[in-house]
């Protein structure tokens, strides 16, 4: 039997605008599933807004969001949670911590660490939390 763990994020009416930026960043194909799809005529929930998307991404990431209820506003750093990426492939981690910059906040720069890794930290412009690491090569 297989099993996962993948991220669920949720966001106050903005799911798409992310889901579409987090597929611009890593690639891959985005499925989208809004409530009039699933019948809702709305107010609330809107039609047009996000019930369930789902980023598979060619390096095998899985990330899934939905927009929350209107009722119940999401708040910032849901949690204390981050999103963590890593790998020893320094170029394209540098790449997806740039962009995932671009509009948001860098709490750490991506750069070499006492540790001997590159790592950074962002909040992404939708406020989600990433910290990539670039693993040193082995001496």
Same mark, same amino acid.
């Given at each position: 039997?297989?099993?996962?763990?993948?991220?669920?994020?949720?966001?106050?009416?903005?799911?798409?605008?992310?889901?579409?930026?987090?597929? =611009?960043?890593?690639?891959?194909?985005?499925?989208?599933?809004? *409530? +009039?799809?699933?019948?809702?005529? %709305?107010? @609330?929930?809107? #039609?047009?807004?996000?019930?369930?998307?789902?980023?598979?991404?060619?390096?095998?990431?899985?990330?899934?969001?939905?927009?929350?209820?209107?009722?119940?506003?999401?708040?910032?750093?849901?949690?204390?949670?981050?999103?963590?990426? =890593?790998?020893?492939?320094?170029?394209?981690?540098?790449?997806? *911590? +740039?962009?995932?910059?671009?509009? %948001?906040? @860098?709490?750490? #720069?991506?750069?070499?660490?006492?540790?001997?890794?590159?790592?950074?930290?962002?909040?992404?412009?939708?406020?989600?939390?990433?910290?990539?690491?670039?693993?040193?090569?082995?001496?």
């Amino acid at each position: 039997m297989a099993v996962s763990m993948n991220p669920y994020l949720h966001f106050d009416n903005t799911s798409r605008q992310a889901m579409e930026f987090y597929r =611009s960043v890593f690639g891959g194909e985005l499925s989208i599933m809004t *409530f +009039g799809d699933m019948g809702a005529e %709305g107010p @609330v929930p809107p #039609p047009d807004g996000v019930m369930h998307s789902h980023l598979q991404t060619p390096d095998g990431f899985v990330l899934m969001a939905s927009d929350g209820d209107p009722d119940r506003p999401i708040g910032a750093d849901p949690a204390g949670v981050s999103i963590s990426v =890593s790998g020893d492939d320094l170029a394209r981690l540098g790449g997806w *911590f +740039g962009a995932l910059a671009e509009g %948001g906040v @860098v709490d750490v #720069p991506f750069e070499k660490q006492m540790w001997g890794d590159v790592f950074g930290q962002v909040t992404d412009r939708f406020g989600v939390r990433w910290v990539v690491n670039a693993a040193s090569p082995a001496a």
